[in-house]
Every structure is written in structure tokens, then in C-alpha cells.
């Protein structure tokens, strides 16, 4: 059984800088896709990054490249999502997830596994 915990959300001011961290368990960490997702209000869910060894179609949204940064630490199981020049458009109920055959996709059907999701909430 796979199992992830993400935590690091909070309350930020816009400009302001926040890493997430999803500690992943129940798979062969190196070989897994472990990539970001967020939904908020009224919206779909949407995949903001990938990270994997085995290919993929997906490693970053376009609309966040450059403020977002996904890196992986194999001695701990955790993925973290840097972001970096956070604006009120990206709070949402932030998810980490394993994708299906160690394949990176920003589509939220090739998950197996989500996290419960860890808060992120941009105002002034």
C-alpha cells in the first residue's frame, strides 16, 4: 500500500515563498513519478509537476515554470515543491500523488495514490 503525507502549507503573504514536502511511502522511491497537484474553489484539479526517472509527457505546467521547482531526496522519500512569488491565484488545497507506471503526467486519471493535501493560502 502507498501512502503520502504532504505538509508545509500555510498562510503567506503575496511575493512570499513556501516549500511543500511529501514523504512517500510503500513504493520503490527511486523508480516512482511523484508529481504535484492543486485544486482550488470552483476549479478543476489541476498537475503543476512531475519528477521521475522513467520518462513521462509532463514535468511542469507551463503557466508556473520558473517560480515552482519539484526535487526529489532519495535518502528521505521526500518530494518538495519550492514555490517561490506566490500571488492569491495560487491558493488552493495543494495534493502530491504517484503516477501509474512510474510515468510523469499532469492528469489527474494517471494517479494511483493521492496525499490528503496540505493548504496553501495567498493574501495580504
Known amino acids: 500500500q502507498v501512502r503520502l503525507v504532504e505538509s508545509g502549507g500555510g498562510l503567506v503573504q503575496p511575493g512570499g515563498s513556501l516549500r511543500l514536502s511529501c514523504e512517500v511511502t510503500?513504493?520503490?522511491?527511486?523508480?516512482?513519478?511523484i508529481g504535484w497537484f492543486r485544486q482550488a474553489p470552483d476549479k478543476e484539479r489541476e498537475g503543476i509537476s512531475c519528477?521521475?526517472?522513467?520518462?513521462?509527457?509532463?514535468d511542469y505546467v507551463d503557466s508556473l515554470k520558473g517560480r515552482f521547482t519539484s526535487s526529489r531526496d532519495g535518502a528521505k522519500n521526500v518530494v518538495y515543491l519550492q514555490m517561490n512569488g506566490l500571488e492569491p491565484e495560487d491558493s488552493a488545497l495543494y495534493y502530491c500523488a504517484v503516477l501509474r507506471h512510474g510515468l510523469c503526467s499532469g492528469v489527474a486519471a494517471d494517479v494511483a495514490s493521492w496525499g490528503q493535501g496540505t493548504q496553501v493560502t495567498v493574501v495580504s
Open positions: 510503500g513504493v520503490t522511491f527511486d523508480y516512482a513519478a
Open positions: 519528477t521521475s526517472y522513467g520518462g513521462g509527457n509532463f
